[in-house]
């Protein structure tokens, strides 16, 4: 039996405050689960995923090194197990970060390496070899939506990729093109947050700094690059023609709106010390990445694990990123977890709990 | 060792089921409490160039990541 709920949902957009209603026809299927113990993936891991069309994704199988579809049928789903992926020889790839199609194949990312499908041999473009004199440095590829790792960052037509790029030794982080034609790097005319180098916990060592998961979340639509932030609920459209940016704080009566701002490390401390900080930032509410539905674009919230549990919240916008509606979705299922990925006109959502790693439990969203 | 427990050793560390040729850095590994994630780090200052960025895992503890940026080694630094 589905459990079907009618909002009549109170929405504020941008800084200005005004009300409307729109009712929300929301459903969410019972407790769906797929085998995946033949593949030999595990459930209760983190997904590196790609949107694939509106009835499968691909995820990345860390046990058989191999891109997975997996397919939904109604209620039912099942895996298929993709081909081995070389580490070594013409088709070899290192390190899998993240992958997205490209060309009818695969292309995959890793730190500081893109790996294009070729004739017979992967092009692997290192970013360190690229021309880049507005940003010089040792570059890295900033990992983003971390929630999913699902990137559509390659734009196959323009031969182009798009990155938040740091400089590893500055610690400046960029949002920039890579142009794989040229291997040129510009970088474009957007400043992140203001509030991005608050959130940032660093304990700098000798050679090394340890952060936590600061990084912005990252998708590209077309003509835009749509910015949003794990610690704060501001959201940046950034129009890649005109290189205007847009920002939005899209207000809320359910959840906070930032996370508290960490303690600062002013003098060298115990990891033990640093695990603390870091690990109660990371405990505070969550802002998962932007992702398209439909023709809208919506996003996942977690509340604060010690004070909520985590309770699971969604945020809808319609394409002009004016906000629809938000829901507390763990009012109606306590089992999401934060783990979603849209297919379609509907969002998968991992369960919470896995209780067998064989087995994959997850829930449908649908979005009437 | 069992398929099973053999799959959920691999994937638990993060490696991959397959040979790889160089150390893993500029990826992410999935470690098992503070021990585990202070020997990963010392793993990856040892092992890792500058200009590597390289993410671990707690599952042991909520799944709280720790991202080492490595930098160039101060030649007066000894470590």
Not at chain 1, 180 to 206: A, C, P, R, Y
Not at chain 2, 21 to 31: G, L, Q, V
Request: aromatic share 10%; charged share 20%.
């Amino acid at each position: 039996m589905k459990l079907k709920y009618s909002f009549l949902l109170l929405f504020i957009a941008c800084s200005e405050v005004r009300t409307s209603e729109q009712a929300l026809d929301l459903t969410i299927s019972p407790k769906l689960e797929i085998k995946m113990g033949e593949s030999g993936n595990a459930s209760h891991l983190d997904f590196v995923s790609s949107t694939l069309n509106d009835s499968s994704f691909l995820i990345l199988n860390k046990f058989s090194r191999s891109i997975d579809t997996v397919k939904l049928s109604g209620n039912s789903g099942k895996i298929s197990i993709g081909s081995p992926i070389p580490f070594e020889g013409p088709n070899g790839i290192e390190i899998i970060n993240y992958f997205q199609e490209y060309n009818d194949e695969i292309a995959f990312v890793d730190n500081n390496t893109i790996y294009l499908p070729g004739l017979g041999e992967v092009d692997r473009l290192k970013i360190n070899s690229f021309n880049s004199s507005q940003f010089e440095g040792l570059l890295s590829i900033a990992n983003v939506n971390s929630q999913n790792k699902v990137i559509s960052l390659l734009n196959e037509k323009d031969k182009t990729g798009y990155f938040f790029l740091l400089n590893v030794l500055s610690r400046n982080l960029k949002l920039s093109v890579l142009d794989f034609n040229k291997k040129e790097i510009d970088l474009l005319d957007f400043e992140v947050s203001e509030k991005l180098d608050d959130h940032i916990i660093l304990n700098q060592g000798k050679n090394a700094a340890i952060t936590n998961p600061y990084y912005p979340n990252l998708i590209l639509k077309e003509d835009k690059l749509i910015v949003s932030y794990p610690f704060v609920n501001q959201i940046q459209i950034y129009f890649i023609k005109t290189g205007e940016t847009v920002s939005i704080s899209p207000e809320t009566n359910l959840y906070k709106v930032e996370k508290d701002l960490p303690q600062p490390i002013l003098s060298e401390i115990s990891f033990k010390e640093y695990s603390k900080i870091s690990g109660d930032w990371q405990d505070d509410v969550l802002f998962g990445p932007i992702m398209e539905v439909g023709t809208n674009y919506f996003r996942f919230i977690r509340g604060e694990l010690e004070v909520e549990g985590g309770l699971i919240y969604m945020e809808l916008f319609n394409n002009q990123f004016e906000k629809i509606s938000e829901v507390n979705l763990s009012a109606i299922q306590q089992d999401l977890g934060m783990y979603y990925i849209p297919i379609g006109n509907r969002i998968f959502v991992k369960a919470k709990s896995q209780s067998n790693e064989d087995i994959l439990n997850y829930y449908m969203i649908s979005l009437d | 060792m069992s398929k099973k427990k053999m799959k959920k050793l691999i994937l638990s560390l993060g490696l991959f089921a397959l040979s790889i040729s160089a150390f893993p850095c500029d990826t992410e590994w999935n470690a098992c409490g503070a021990d585990d994630v202070v020997a990963m780090i010392e793993d990856i200052q040892l092992n890792c160039g500058a200009g590597t960025v390289t993410t671990i895992i707690d599952l042991c503890d909520g799944g709280h990541e720790y991202i080492v940026e490595m930098g160039i080694t101060d030649p007066n630094s000894g470590g």
